[in-house]
């Protein structure tokens, strides 16, 4: 018997077909639809606040110039990105369904009749059984929440909040632009409108200055609010951004696969297990990336951290359970 068949046969964790010990977002897509169905990223042509000068200029420290759309091309329409996703995708897995993901920049973060005529675009192509709109819960204006909350009704909608931290000092060491209360007051709104709205929350660890027990502190305050997802990013350092220029000058430091993959253990254990977990660690363009080389071995980082949970017996909401 592999040792992975006998991982997953003694596997206490129950939203699992596998030996994974988190509540992986294939696992659930598989269990919704019924078959295999992706994200397929999109690039709306949007900007953000703390770039247009709104809130700030430059960006988030770590974000290249394409806003987290380094995987779209952006002189397609809507349309032609995700039918050109499509066929790539069914390549490898005929028949699959797809949610257009709202990936570059903030997806919110225009006027509601922009973002409209932008989501029922995406919505007409065939296959598109959802929307993913990832944004920040500062560019959620009423008649924007209003609108996702009709949209629920009609797809399958998650929005994504970037927080990366709930710690307000390391927000302005990234040049976030918002607070930790400005955060919760989106997140609250978005939730009251609609339960049918499902929402992420993304944090980055490794971020400056933070050590485990703040990154520890940001999935404990996370994990209060019984988020629907949570996606767990690692801190990479992406040519041509500020993060680059301080990582250089020696004033910024990587996590080790060992570092990071020890902080999900933690993290994951204080997570509910109802949450479905969207990712354990993040993609930068390969010829952007400056560090920590070891992230590109992504199937390493994953391993790495399913063997940690099988080795420690432990796994997603272990500790959370322990504290109900």
């Not at 973060?109 to 993913?132: F, H, N, Q």
């Not at 927000?171 to 609609?194: P, Q, V, W």
């Not at 027990?213 to 801190?235: I, N, Q, T, W, Y």
Request: charged share 25%; net charge neutral.
């Amino acid at each position: 018997m592999s040792g992975h068949s006998s991982q997953r046969d003694t596997n206490p964790f129950p939203y699992s077909d596998s030996n994974k010990r988190y509540y992986t977002y294939d696992y659930f897509l598989r269990q919704k639809f019924g078959q295999k169905c992706a994200k397929l990223p999109v690039d709306a042509g949007f900007t953000c606040p703390n770039r247009d000068g709104s809130r700030g200029f430059g960006g988030c420290i770590y974000c290249s110039e394409r806003g987290s759309g380094d995987f779209c091309n952006k002189n397609q329409t809507i349309t032609e990105q995700l039918e050109s996703s499509f066929k790539m995708m069914r390549q490898k897995w005929a028949g699959a369904l797809g949610i257009a993901y709202f990936q570059a920049f903030t997806n919110t973060y225009a006027p509601c009749d922009v973002l409209r005529s932008k989501y029922e675009e995406a919505l007409r192509v065939p296959d598109i059984v959802g929307l993913d709109i990832a944004t920040r819960a500062d560019c959620l204006e009423q008649s924007t929440v209003e609108y996702l909350a009709e949209l629920a009704e009609r797809t399958y909608l998650t929005v994504e909040l970037g927080l990366q931290t709930v710690h307000d000092r390391t927000a302005k060491i990234i040049n976030r632009g918002h607070t930790f209360a400005e955060f919760l007051d989106g997140y609250t709104r978005l939730r009251n409108a609609s339960p049918k709205i499902n929402i992420a929350v993304h944090l980055i660890n490794g971020l400056p200055n933070e050590d485990t027990g703040m990154m520890l502190e940001s999935a404990r305050k996370v994990a209060s609010l019984r988020p629907d997802m949570v996606k767990l990013h690692l801190l990479y350092i992406v040519e041509g951004t500020r993060l680059c220029e301080l990582y250089r000058a020696g004033e910024v430091d990587c996590l080790t696969l060992d570092e990071y993959t020890d902080i999900l253990v933690g993290q994951l254990e204080l997570l509910p297990p109802e949450t479905v977990i969207g990712r354990v660690t993040g993609d930068a363009p390969g010829d952007s990336l400056s560090a920590p080389l070891w992230s590109k071995k992504k199937l390493v980082v994953m391993n790495t951290l399913d063997q940690k949970l099988y080795e420690r017996n432990t796994w997603q909401g272990r500790l959370q359970q322990q504290r109900l």
